[in-house]
Antibody
Framework: QVLLQESGPGLVKPSGTLSLTCAVS?????????WSWVRQSPGKGLEWIGEIYQGDRATYNPSLMSRVTISVDNSKNQIFLRLNSVTAADTAVYYC??????????WGTGTTVTVS | EIVLTQSPDTLSLSPGERATLSCRASQSVSSNYLAWYQQKPGQAPRLLIY???IRATGIPDRFSGSGSGTDFTLTISRLEPEDFAVYYCQRYGTSPLYTFGQGTKLEIK
């Protein structure tokens, strides 16, 4: 069973950049899967951020598109999230997940990011 | 953008009882595109049901999903102590690709 583990700074300053890494184990990110980032905050619930496929195709939530970049490092089996110009509204638990059949079938444990 | 509204917000039941959770979409959703998740405190969501009624790997058969169009239901036939959690429905579509309901908290009565 593939395992996902998010990591990154737990505290980011307003107007700064949030950068997170998702390490994938027991599976390859260059397989025929899309990979997503999702966040969860008390105010907005679960919010899909975007997805990436084999490092060269990404789709983003229109509400975040101007500030977000998702990328991969196939050699390290890692997926990255970068969110610019953060505000307190970006405070959330951030998850990476594997896309399944029109669902998200494997999730990481999540990492908490506070903007302050 | 399609909005998913779950009801009730909180459901109070006892172990052994039957739970029925509702998810209503603001526009019709293909049955292939509706999923349910369970989330316990401090944990990530866990996929329970996809394509409206297909249980994910390892999910007990007391969990079942049904529905079509704009109305979908998650049923737990006999509640076990470990089933008390928050449940989310999710729809796959366009722009954004994935949207979630606000959740139903299933609590012990």
């Amino acid at each position: 069973q593939v395992l996902l583990q998010e990591s990154g700074p737990g505290l980011v300053k307003p107007s700064g950049t949030l950068s997170l890494t998702c390490a994938v184990s027991a599976g390859s990110i260059s397989s025929s899967n899309w990979w997503s980032w999702v966040r969860q905050s008390p105010g907005k619930g679960l919010e899909w951020i975007g997805e990436i496929y084999q490092g060269d195709r990404a789709t983003y939530n229109p509400s975040l598109m101007s500030r977000v970049t998702i990328s991969v490092d196939n050699s390290k089996n890692q997926i990255f999230l970068r969110l610019n110009s953060v505000t307190a509204a970006d405070t959330a638990v951030y998850y990476c997940a594997r896309n399944g059949a029109y669902c998200l079938d494997v999730w990481g444990t999540g990492t908490t990011v506070t903007v302050s | 953008e399609i909005v998913l509204t779950q009801s009730p917000d909180t459901l109070s039941l006892s172990p052994g009882e039957r739970a029925t959770l509702s998810c209503r979409a603001s526009q019709s959703v293909s049955s292939n595109y509706l999923a349910w998740y369970q989330q316990k405190p401090g944990q990530a969501p866990r996929l329970l049901i996809y394509s409206t009624s297909i249980r994910a790997t390892g999910i007990p058969d007391r969990f079942s999903g049904s529905g079509s169009g704009t109305d979908f239901t998650l049923t737990i036939s006999r509640l076990e102590p470990e089933d008390f959690a928050v449940y989310y429905c999710q729809r796959y579509g366009t722009s954004p690709l994935y949207t979630f309901g606000q959740g139903t908290k299933l609590e012990i009565k």
